[in-house]
């Protein structure tokens, strides 16, 4: 197959990378704050209607629909599996931040291209390089260290903390699921195809259980957080798949190993500002450490990726120009780019 070539433009790529950080760093405070009035299943069901209609809205209009009209019957199947995988991603993943912080749920989340490089191993043969193993280990190690601070921090409400770990490494699970199911997938259909695919399905998935009439009820704070939340999944995931079209995946992937940091700070800040709605992480020195550890575990696995020689004229074979909706880092620098980094929900 051959392989999507960037552009070469790093100063765009590193910027529209930066703003993916940014992005997704805020989001689980504003998820946070609606999960103040709303429900799991009613958000979830709220933001992929929203990036549903905007999706559909452009691919109709496009004509590309069409395209639905070549899947196999396989492809159909693998379709099914990724809608239900990245729906459960999206629902454990608020279901555990109920039960814990935003601060933790993007440390413990990195566990999400752990379980993927594990899966990708199994299922596609694909093999680390030596620099990506060190990340690896690097990565379990700062995470080690994360959790043996929170259960000393939190030991008044451990159980609490416990079930909202295992909710996010399940979500973390799922995602790694999802990730592998697209990936084939693309050899089929391109990625803003799948997600819009993936955004139908789930509203009807979550429909029986969703209440839309909550957002008749919401103040002005929440409706916001609300708001900013749908308009996240579809701004973070642009800005991400333009990036990869202009800087190597592995150099994305980088920035956005710094989004647990992200987060952190934006806590800090807006937990000063806003008392009210956000309160400060409870992590010691530490616990921030282990934090830092588990970045630079991250970042070491994807800037470690391995390069294949490749035409200079190829392009993906399974892509089309325009963004994507989702990408690909962590592993060889060349793999098709839907593979992505994993970040939240």
Known sequence: MVRHQVSGNW???????????????????????????????????????????????????????????????????????????????????LMGLARTSPGN?????????????????????????????????????????FFHDQIAVLAGDIGSYAGGVALIALAAAVWAAYALAQKQILSELSSP???LFIYAAATMLL????????????????????????????????????????????????????????????????????????????ISVAGLFGALIVVAGSMTTSLGARRRRTAPHAVSACEEPGPAGSGASGYDENETRETANVRRA
């Not at 979830?44 to 209609?53: D, E, I, K, S």
């Not at 594990?118 to 990506?132: F, H, K, N, P, T």
């Not at 994305?252 to 008392?275: F, K, N, Q, R, Y």
Request: proline share 4%.
């Open 11 to 93: 100063r765009i790529g590193a910027l529209l990378a930066a703003a993916t950080m940014l992005l997704w760093s805020s989001l689980p405070v504003a998820l946070d704050i609606a999960l103040e009035v709303m429900d799991p299943f009613t958000l979830t069901w709220y933001r992929f209607l929203a990036a549903g209609l905007v999706s559909a809205s452009w691919l109709v209009s496009s004509g590309r629909v069409r395209r639905y009209a070549n899947v196999s019957r396989g492809g159909w199947w693998l379709l099914g599996v990724a809608a239900l995988a990245l729906t459960s991603n999206y629902v454990l993943y």
């Open 105 to 145: 749920i993007q440390v413990i989340i990195q566990l999400g291209p752990v379980f993927l490089a594990l899966g990708a191993m199994l299922v596609y043969g694909e093999r680390y390089s030596r620099m990506q193993w060190i990340g690896f280990v690097t990565l379990l190690a700062g995470l080690g260290i």
């Open 193 to 195: 195809l799948i997600m």
């Open 207 to 282: 429909a029986p259980l969703a209440s839309p009439s909550r957002l008749l009820a919401l103040d002005w704070v929440h409706g916001l957080a609300v708001a900013y939340c749908a308009f996240n999944t579809l701004a973070a995931y642009a800005a991400f798949s333009e990036a990869l079209n202009h800087w190597e995946a592995s150099r994305v992937g980088a920035i956005l190993a710094l989004t647990p940091l992200g987060t952190l700070t934006v806590v800090g800040l807006l937990a000063g500002a806003w008392p009210g709605h956000v309160s400060p992480e409870n």
